[in-house]
């Protein structure tokens, strides 16, 4: 009988804490539908990882073997870069070039938060895994904090994750302060009728592959990856292996990288004032990262004398296409004939890109 209670005597009020936030994290993915193929996993592995004696955890779990197969090994993160990559397309950042600058402008959160988090005791790799989550790409911060701090993964990669759910709560009221109606209501000329040739479309994932890798080599896993993906697709002649990495690829990658993230929240590593400090920090860097941008397009309207939409510049954060289309939504609330997605896509494609050299230039220079 003793052993049969052995559970429930083991069971802490921390223990059922974590029970409640693992229940948050369903009931947003359920009900409010934000990111349910990775809330829900991991508020799901969260509950797992917090039951008293739980086998699924441990030297023996299935989900410590996940973790040390797929996280430590940064394979589960590489997975999803080739899924991703095969999901892109790039003729809408073709199209429009200049969109590149507002992928590098929304990656300033990522800075900000770095230098706050230091200036708040984080040693520097805390500090830099912390602010890549500005990067709004859940991939490029498990793999950063994988490498720098590991014992920060659990509340880094949920505050990426959660965060990359709530973009249409987020960016809405950063966007409105720090812009006016009549910006809103700019109108930009789409550039539908740019050609993009096949071959720029093969030779693009090849380029930048190329050329990232050489102005930094650590950054190849991750930009190879991506680029890797989007090679298969554009080459024509691959349609089942692009379906398989569409499809089946991210939705089993995404399906046990969710539940592995969420055994890391145990109620020991998670429940503590460093842990409510990331989560805070996380929340900054995305806010930065959408003032970054908005701001760099302000800036850029006292040059140009066709003005652009300071919301594009929102849009060059990573959360794809959630951003984009956040913007576009924003823009006809302003005025229902204006349309502006074409743009915002193009930016958010950026977004893409500039997360990822981001997280390699920290991964650079931090030593």
Same mark, same amino acid.
């Given at each position: 009988?003793?052993?049969? $209670?052995?559970?429930?005597?083991? $069971?802490?009020?921390?223990?059922?804490?974590?029970?409640?936030?693992?229940?948050?994290?369903?009931?947003?993915?359920?009900?409010?539908?934000?990111?349910?193929?990775?809330?829900?996993?991991?508020?799901?592995?969260?509950?797992?990882?917090?039951?008293?004696?739980?086998?699924?955890?441990?030297?023996?779990?299935?989900?410590?073997?996940?973790?040390?197969?797929?996280?430590?090994?940064?394979?589960?993160?590489?997975?999803?870069?080739?899924?991703?990559?095969?999901?892109?397309?790039?003729?809408?950042?073709?199209?429009?070039? &200049?969109?590149? &600058?507002?992928?590098?402008?929304?990656?300033?959160?990522?800075?900000?938060?770095?230098?706050?988090?230091?200036?708040?005791? &984080?040693?520097?790799?805390?500090?830099?895994?912390?602010?890549?989550?500005?990067?709004?790409?859940?991939?490029?911060?498990?793999?950063?904090?994988?490498?720098?701090?590991?014992? $920060?993964?659990?509340?880094?990669?949920?505050?990426?994750?959660?965060?990359?759910?709530?973009?249409?709560?987020?960016?809405?009221?950063?966007?409105?302060?720090?812009?006016?109606?009549?910006?809103?209501?700019?109108?930009?000329?789409?550039?539908?009728?740019?050609?993009?040739?096949?071959?720029?479309?093969?030779?693009?994932?090849?380029?930048?592959?190329?050329?990232?890798?050489?102005?930094?080599?650590?950054?190849?896993?991750?930009?190879?990856?991506?680029?890797?993906?989007?090679?298969?697709?554009?080459?024509?002649?691959?349609?089942?292996?692009?379906?398989?990495?569409?499809?089946?690829?991210?939705? $089993?990658?995404?399906?046990?990288?969710?539940?592995?993230?969420?055994?890391?929240?145990?109620?020991?590593?998670?429940?503590?004032?460093?842990? =409510?400090?990331?989560?805070?920090?996380? =929340?900054?860097?995305?806010?930065?990262?959408?003032?970054?941008?908005?701001?760099?397009?302000?800036?850029?309207?006292?040059?140009?004398?066709?003005?652009?939409?300071?919301?594009?510049?929102?849009?060059?954060?990573?959360?794809?296409?959630?951003?984009?289309?956040?913007?576009?939504?924003?823009?006809?609330?302003?005025?229902?004939?204006?349309?502006?997605?074409?743009?915002?896509?193009?930016?958010?494609?950026?977004?893409?890109?500039?997360?990822?050299?981001?997280?390699?230039?920290?991964?650079?220079?931090?030593?």
């Amino acid at each position: 009988m003793e052993d049969l $209670l052995l559970g429930l005597k083991s $069971l802490s009020v921390q223990n059922i804490i974590m029970f409640i936030i693992g229940g948050i994290l369903i009931y947003l993915a359920i009900e409010k539908e934000y990111e349910p193929m990775l809330l829900l996993p991991i508020g799901f592995g969260a509950i797992l990882a917090n039951i008293p004696l739980s086998s699924a955890v441990g030297q023996d779990g299935f989900l410590t073997l996940l973790f040390k197969a797929g996280i430590l090994t940064e394979l589960f993160p590489i997975l999803i870069f080739i899924a991703v990559g095969a999901m892109i397309d790039f003729k809408p950042l073709l199209k429009q070039p &200049f969109m590149l &600058f507002f992928g590098a402008a929304a990656q300033f959160g990522i800075f900000f938060t770095m230098s706050m988090a230091a200036l708040l005791g &984080f040693s520097l790799k805390e500090s830099a895994s912390i602010g890549i989550i500005g990067a709004a790409d859940g991939p490029t911060s498990i793999y950063v904090a994988t490498k720098f701090a590991r014992h $920060l993964l659990a509340p880094i990669s949920v505050a990426a994750y959660s965060y990359m759910a709530l973009v249409p709560i987020i960016q809405p009221p950063v966007i409105k302060l720090l812009t006016t109606p009549a910006e809103r209501k700019i109108r930009m000329k789409p550039n539908f009728d740019v050609p993009i040739s096949r071959t720029v479309e093969i030779l693009f994932p090849i380029t930048v592959t190329i050329i990232a890798g050489i102005i930094a080599p650590i950054s190849v896993a991750l930009v190879g990856s991506l680029m890797f993906g989007n090679l298969i697709r554009v080459s024509g002649v691959l349609d089942r292996l692009t379906k398989a990495a569409q499809n089946e690829l991210a939705n $089993l990658v995404t399906l046990l990288l969710g539940i592995t993230i969420g055994s890391t929240m145990s109620a020991e590593q998670f429940l503590n004032p460093k842990t =409510l400090l990331i989560i805070a920090m996380g =929340l900054v860097a995305f806010i930065f990262d959408t003032a970054g941008g908005v701001i760099f397009a302000k800036i850029l309207n006292l040059f140009l004398k066709e003005k652009v939409n300071p919301m594009i510049g929102a849009a060059g954060i990573s959360a794809f296409p959630m951003s984009a289309r956040v913007i576009q939504k924003i823009a006809q609330k302003e005025d229902p004939s204006n349309f502006i997605l074409m743009q915002a896509v193009g930016a958010n494609v950026a977004g893409q890109i500039g997360s990822i050299i981001a997280g390699s230039l920290v991964l650079l220079l931090v030593k």
